[in-house]
């Protein structure tokens, strides 16, 4: 990956309004590859059942989706998620978002995602599938 291209992306999670409200952090970000992560917090993740929404986790899932599919310096968008939810979080957990590219063609490329917790539990499974638009990122 560019390093222009590293930076950039970097940049943009910083100033995203959705990730600053979830207080989502990009950690690592390789060619196809990210990893962001957020604090569990109940009071304002919760669903009606006192467990973790999927919403909230689907956030976590789609923005390491997000940030490994620009690592080629041109802009992807989701043409098809798909998430299994495993288990709930414990309140204040750290989750993790690993996105990994694991096929590319010319339009389009697919992930394989997981959330797990500080511990290593698996929260969330994840295949994510981009269609690459071929336009370079508007914010590089």
Same mark, same amino acid.
């Given at each position: 990956?560019e390093?222009?291209?590293?930076? /950039?992306?970097? /940049? /943009?999670?910083n100033?995203?309004?959705? $990730?600053?409200?979830?207080?989502?952090k990009?950690?690592? +970000?390789?060619? *196809? #590859?990210?990893?962001?992560?957020?604090?569990?917090?109940?009071?304002?993740?919760?669903?009606? #059942? /006192? &467990?973790?929404? !999927?919403?909230?986790?689907?956030? +976590?899932?789609?923005?390491?989706f997000?940030t490994a *599919?620009?690592t080629? %310096?041109?802009v $992807?968008?989701? +043409?098809n998620?798909?998430?299994? #939810?495993?288990?709930?979080?414990v309140? %204040?957990? &750290?989750?993790?978002?690993e996105?990994?590219?694991?096929? &590319?063609?010319?339009k389009?490329? %697919? #992930?394989?995602?997981k959330?797990?917790?500080e511990? !290593?539990?698996?929260?969330?499974?994840?295949?994510? +599938?981009?269609y690459?638009? *071929?336009?370079?990122i508007?914010?590089l």
């Amino acid at each position: 990956m560019e390093p222009g291209v590293r930076d /950039a992306i970097w /940049a /943009a999670v910083n100033r995203e309004p959705f $990730a600053q409200a979830l207080q989502m952090k990009l950690v690592e +970000l390789a060619d *196809g #590859y990210s990893a962001v992560e957020m604090t569990f917090d109940p009071a304002q993740m919760n669903n009606i #059942y /006192a &467990r973790a929404h !999927g919403g909230a986790l689907f956030a +976590l899932i789609d923005e390491a989706f997000e940030t490994a *599919g620009q690592t080629d %310096g041109t802009v $992807a968008v989701a +043409l098809n998620v798909n998430v299994t #939810y495993v288990s709930s979080p414990v309140a %204040g957990v &750290r989750l993790r978002a690993e996105a990994r590219q694991v096929s &590319r063609t010319k339009k389009t490329a %697919g #992930y394989a995602i997981k959330v797990t917790d500080e511990k !290593g539990q698996l929260i969330a499974t994840c295949q994510a +599938l981009a269609y690459r638009t *071929g336009k370079p990122i508007p914010f590089l």
